[in-house]
């Protein structure tokens, strides 16, 4: 979206290196100075060193291709105050010995807005990362496209919409760190374009930015915090953490284990069920352990992947990538016992697609009684997520391996599930339907519920006999 050079007024007075930095203002009150580093400090924060690759000097008429009186003098400023030629600079780097290609933004340029020398720069940083097979890492903090350039200007998503594809079709990860503010083009293209999206605390985040949006909108909205209980971004990322968290990531999406992986063991020492009705009563034990016990034994460390990036969260959905005791990394998808609702769904699907993207080999942990069916699950698209699911999981090309940890409520749990690599606990149940509701639908009293359990052949021993398990771990 089309914004003014810099959304919270004049840009900062700042040399090369670093320099005052402006109070934030307007709706979204006081933000950590940290999110307002200039372009260098924000690379100095997170690399071991860094080397430029400055571009050669494009000849452009003076005052753009607009002929916008006083752009080039407006650009003369901007060089003056900050030491840079362009509002993105990039070039090679290292984050915790992990090489990568860091391109920033340089907000105190013109707002850090894009022009057509800006995405000169930024497309070279992804043919760099794309070419090189090593990771992108954006540091964002732009208000969007350069008004002084016009369409041309505009026309810079575009290049970096095609760059972002070539870039996924490579195999080559993206971690995207929003500093303050990342709103219009840059964030709809490069910020949300990436496979990980971190925010440092307070930074503004939204499409639309503080000048342009309705009077009436809620401020929280367009924020770190606000953006992440969307499910538009995966973590808000202190200062302090954020070479530490980079690095992670940068080792996870970089390492997968060779695959298939290993089911986890099961937890707690239960013997087989004798029936389908104390099968459904060993899954439903409150006691019984859950997805949370599962993933902290199975990983040394885990990093989460947050959100369905189309405004819903599932806090009964964990996803993420996990890391090994060997250093390898595995991607998650866990239900957690509850219903699943859209947007866990949705969440799992994105998370599976990115693992079989990068070659990470998958892990789901199913435990659920179904997929959530009340009314606001409905126009929230349940159907269209869970077949979504079922999608991601049948077209993946990298392993994916189900353990099934206690309810296995019907579709909403099979969505989840690895065709022909499926596992079982002792303490778990796969069925069509759970017995209540088949003797429902059957007409039966509810007493009959422990009958048709038996009927409907759910226990662990009963599914390895029907083929729908591996085995029982």
Request: charged content about 20%; aromatic content about 4%.
């Amino acid at each position: 979206m089309p914004e003014v050079p810099g959304p919270e007024g004049s840009p900062p007075e700042a040399s090369r290196h670093g320099g005052s930095r402006p109070a934030a203002s307007g709706p979204e009150g006081s933000r950590p100075a940290d999110s307002r580093l200039s372009a260098r400090e924000a690379v100095a924060l997170l690399t071991d060193d860094f080397t430029e690759h400055p571009l050669p000097a494009r000849a452009t008429a003076p005052d753009g291709p607009l002929s916008w009186e006083g752009y080039g003098a407006s650009r003369a400023r901007a060089a003056a105050r900050t030491g840079e030629e362009e509002s993105v600079l990039h070039g090679t780097a290292t984050v915790g010995g992990r090489p990568c290609v860091v391109l920033a933004f340089e907000f105190g340029f013109l707002g850090g807005s894009l022009g057509e020398r800006a995405g000169d720069r930024l497309e070279d940083a992804y043919r760099l990362a794309r070419e090189r097979r090593v990771p992108l890492v954006s540091l964002v903090a732009t208000g969007g496209s350069r008004m002084q350039e016009g369409m041309v200007a505009l026309t810079q998503l575009q290049r970096v919409a095609r760059a972002t594809v070539l870039l996924r079709e490579a195999g080559v990860p993206h971690i995207a760190v929003l500093r303050d503010p990342a709103t219009g083009g840059g964030w709809a293209t490069v910020g949300a374009g990436a496979d990980v999206v971190l925010a440092l605390p307070g930074a503004q985040i939204g499409f639309a930015g503080s000048r342009v949006r309705p009077p009436d909108a809620d401020p929280a909205a367009y924020t770190a915090e606000g953006q992440l209980a969307a499910g538009h971004i995966d973590a808000v990322v202190h200062p302090e953490e954020l070479r530490r968290t980079v690095t992670d990531w940068l080792a996870a999406l970089t390492s997968p284990a060779p695959g298939p992986v290993e089911p986890p063991s099961a937890l707690g020492a239960r013997p087989l069920p004798a029936t389908g009705w104390a099968a459904v009563g060993l899954a439903r034990d409150a006691a019984r352990p859950r997805a949370e016990a599962y993933l902290d034994r199975y990983f040394s460390r885990r990093l989460p992947l947050a959100g369905d990036r189309c405004g819903g969260t599932d806090p009964g959905v964990l996803c993420g990538v996990g890391v090994r005791a060997d250093g390898r990394a595995v991607a998650y998808v866990a239900q957690c016992g509850t219903a699943t609702r859209p947007a866990g769904y949705r969440t799992a699907a994105r998370v599976i697609r990115l693992a079989d993207r990068l070659g990470v080999p998958v892990l789901t942990l199913v435990d659920t009684p179904g997929a959530a069916n009340d009314d606001e699950a409905e126009r929230a698209g349940a159907g269209a997520a869970i077949a979504d699911a079922f999608a991601a999981v049948a077209g993946a090309r990298v392993p994916v391996t189900t353990l099934l940890i206690g309810e296995g409520g019907s579709g909403g749990a099979l969505a989840l599930a690895a065709p022909d690599n499926t596992w079982a606990t002792p303490d778990s149940y796969f069925s069509v339907i759970a017995p209540e509701l088949a003797a429902a639908i059957l007409k039966r009293p509810p007493e009959d519920a422990p009958h048709t359990a038996e009927q409907l052949r759910l226990r662990p021993q009963d599914l390895v006999e029907l083929g729908v398990v591996r085995g029982i771990v």
